[in-house]
């Protein structure tokens, strides 16, 4: 199906019914109760999850196939909604002009950043790129402020009026996609539960899902075999005759590329950008997210960004007076006590159990998430032959 293996397609209509299941799946618990606090079915946060997926699979196709880590691709993701916000100042609301040029200026940017920076290889490499991202967001904080807007950044404001939309004198325009707007919810309301329908969500969850299908054609391609073999030993790529350099810039430029579309799908949910897009700590978190869930995988990258993306906006809102509610029934002592121990590992803390739990990671599942997930099912499975195994040994021969 769509030329993949039938392992592969199986992967895809899984990721393709989750997704779109999604508002259903992320509302496990009623409005009205205690645990709605974990509930993440809302637009933005669902945005966010298939947004920094997609970020997340294009660094994987660099970082996870051939092995160089890049600390600047941040700068690629801020080029990207700088270039779709000035289309829809300038052109028009409608997203996918914005996104094209998005992708395309940062398949630019990567084109001249990776000629440099892949001259060198390993740490070399990585401070290198992060020089890159750095200068970009010394460029567009103070240097560029004309383009970028400097510190406050850029926004559809009254005054825009873009050539290909019929907009109102003082009217804000709003990103839209053939007259649907980003914005447009529908909400299904069935007993205690809320699910809420965005038009904007959709619109990125069909493009992850489009990313998605393009990555295991990569993986599985003979480009993304020359890819696992420059991860493998590159030194011995140069004995044979085979030059690694335009393999490793060709997965630098993909690579870019998506994180464009990242930057062009976050400024057309959220018509403004600004050059923290660009800081470091951005391209810090795609690293982490591809580590977490299992670089060098297929889906490990989607599910580090959704449990990053998942603590910072719902484990970063329980405070003190949510854990005293869940534990109200203990005596006042010892409720105290319990809410003491748990604060600093949420709320404002939600950093010190991401990092913890990194730690965790790193050391006892090197191969991330998916590979807890595959040790499970190994255990399971194991568990459940040993059962059969000594059922037929109680069996008596005929």
């Known amino acids: 199906m769509l030329g993949l293996r039938k392992k592969d397609a199986g992967l895809l209509l899984l990721v393709t019914v989750l997704t779109v299941m999604a508002p259903v799946l992320l509302n496990p618990f009623p409005v009205d109760s205690a645990m709605a606090q974990f ?3 809302y637009p933005d946060l669902m945005q966010r999850f298939v947004i920094f997926g997609i970020f997340a699979i294009g ?3 660099l970082f996870g196939l051939t092995g160089y880590l890049s600390f600047g691709h941040a700068a690629f993701l801020g080029v990207g909604s700088y270039a779709t916000i000035w289309m829809m100042k300038l052109l028009t609301l409608n997203i996918l002009p914005g996104i094209f040029m998005a992708i395309v200026f940062a398949a630019l940017f990567a084109v001249m950043v990776g000629y440099i920076s892949l001259r060198r290889s390993g740490i070399y490499f990585s401070i290198l790129t992060l020089a890159f991202a750095q200068m970009s967001y010394a460029l567009a904080y103070s240097v560029l402020t004309p383009i970028t807007g400097g510190e406050t950044g850029l926004q559809i404001k009254p005054t825009d009026t873009p050539l290909l939309a019929n907009l109102e004198p003082g009217e804000i325009g709003r990103a839209s996609l053939f007259g ?3 914005s447009q919810s529908s909400i299904i309301r069935m007993g205690g539960w809320e699910f809420t329908l965005n038009v904007g969500y959709y619109v990125c969850a069909m493009a992850m899902i489009l990313a998605f299908y393009m990555a ?3 993986f599985r391609s003979p480009f993304g075999m020359m890819l696992r073999a420059v991860k493998s030993n590159q030194n011995r790529m140069y004995y ?9 810039l060709a997965a630098f430029v993909i690579s870019g590329m998506y994180a464009g579309l990242a930057g062009g ?9 600004g050059p923290e897009r660009m800081f470091w700590t951005a391209s810090g978190e795609v690293v982490l997210m591809t580590i977490l869930g299992g670089a060098g995988t297929l889906i490990g990258p989607v599910l580090g960004a959704g449990m990053i993306k998942y603590m910072e906006n719902i484990v970063s809102k329980i405070n003190d007076q949510i854990l005293h509610t869940w534990f109200a029934f203990l005596p006042d002592g010892l409720e105290d006590a319990v809410v003491a121990m748990i604060y600093p590992f949420v709320g404002k803390g939600w950093h010190l159990t991401l990092g913890l739990m990194f730690m965790a990671v790193v050391i006892f599942l090197p191969g991330g998430l ?8 190994n255990a399971f499975r194991r568990k459940r032959t040993g059962k059969e195994d000594t ?3 109680r069996t008596p021969a005929e």
Do not use: W
Not at 240 to 248: D, H, I
Not at 370 to 377: A, C, T, V
């Open 180 to 182: 649907l707007e980003m």
């Open 59 to 61: 660094f994987n196709i």
């Open 39 to 41: 509930n993440a079915g």
């Open 370 to 377: 998916l590979e807890g997930g595959d040790r499970i099912r």
């Open 391 to 393: 059922a037929k040994q």
């Open 265 to 273: 799908l976050m400024v057309a949910m959220d018509t403004q950008v």
């Open 240 to 248: 044979t005759g085979l030059n690694a350099r335009p393999y490793t």
């Open 216 to 218: 295991i054609r990569i």
